[in-house]
């Protein structure tokens, strides 16, 4: 029997070459397991099929926390113990210097250069085949892909802003505020600057037209008419 799969799909190829995957006497399957580590590595000769927990305790006892989380959720472990596990891996990304919030002595992000590394070859998450292209060159021509890192992803909004490509400049009025330095979306001081102006929406007075009543703050007056907070309703 030959199934149709990914290279990257490892239970289909391991299918193909050893027939179907056994299963445990509950009827539950079981775990396709990668001999040398690697879950690169799909070649038949590293594939090998055993029982969940057996491929649990091995990931455990290498240490390789984030492959006995993944399990584990497929074997219904507690909550309690999955945040034990995640802790572990996060711990031990931080030893030894691979965790992607670490900063560089010079600044650098390796975060970053995880992503870059991932885009370019192919494997982040954020692609597709629709895209993969598209995130590759700008990616290699410019660096401004958005996902590549905090600066890279501020740099590329305020860019869409100025030149009034955003999504969220869609009307007139919201270009008006965007050049007046009033729009939320053009950072803090802009907010605080319509604060001390009185312009702010928190700060706009209004009365209900249903029954008369005064307040302050747009957002105020639409849960004022939703449900029981307005008695005419």
């Known amino acids: 029997m030959t199934i149709y799969c990914r290279p990257t799909n490892y239970r289909k190829i391991y299918e193909n070459n050893y027939g179907p995957i056994p299963r445990e006497e509950d009827g539950r399957p079981y775990d396709v397991h990668h001999k040398d580590g690697n879950y690169k590595n799909n070649d038949p000769t590293n594939l090998t099929a055993i029982p969940?927990?057996?491929?649990?305790?091995?990931?455990?006892?290498?240490?390789?926390?984030?492959?006995?989380?993944?399990?584990?959720?497929?074997?219904?472990?507690?909550?309690?113990?999955?945040?034990?596990l995640s802790t572990k891996s996060a711990n031990a990304r931080v030893t030894n210097g691979t965790h992607h919030f670490l900063k560089r002595a010079d600044g650098s992000s390796i975060g970053s250069d995880i992503s870059r590394k991932r885009i370019s070859d192919g494997t982040s998450h954020f692609l597709n085949k629709e895209n993969i292209e598209g995130y590759k060159k700008i990616r290699k021509e410019n660096g401004s892909n958005p996902f590549l890192g905090g600066e890279v992803q501020r740099k590329s909004n305020s860019r869409r802003v100025e030149n009034g490509t955003h999504n969220f400049i869609g009307?007139?009025?919201?270009?008006?505020?965007?050049?007046?330095?009033?729009?939320?979306?053009?950072?803090?001081?802009?907010?605080?600057?319509?604060?001390?102006?009185?312009?702010?929406?928190?700060?706009?007075?209004?009365?209900c037209d249903i029954c008369g009543k005064f307040g302050k703050g747009v957002s105020n007056l639409k849960q004022h008419q939703r449900g029981s907070k307005c008695k005419n309703i």
């Open 171 to 207: 009307s007139t009025e919201n270009k008006k505020r965007v050049d007046a330095g009033t729009h939320n979306f053009t950072g803090p001081a802009a907010n605080l600057k319509r604060l001390a102006e009185g312009s702010h929406p928190s700060q706009v007075p209004w009365q």
């Open 52 to 84: 969940i927990q057996e491929h649990y305790d091995i990931h455990y006892a290498r240490g390789d926390w984030r492959g006995c989380n993944l399990i584990g959720i497929r074997m219904g472990i507690t909550p309690e113990l999955r945040s034990e």
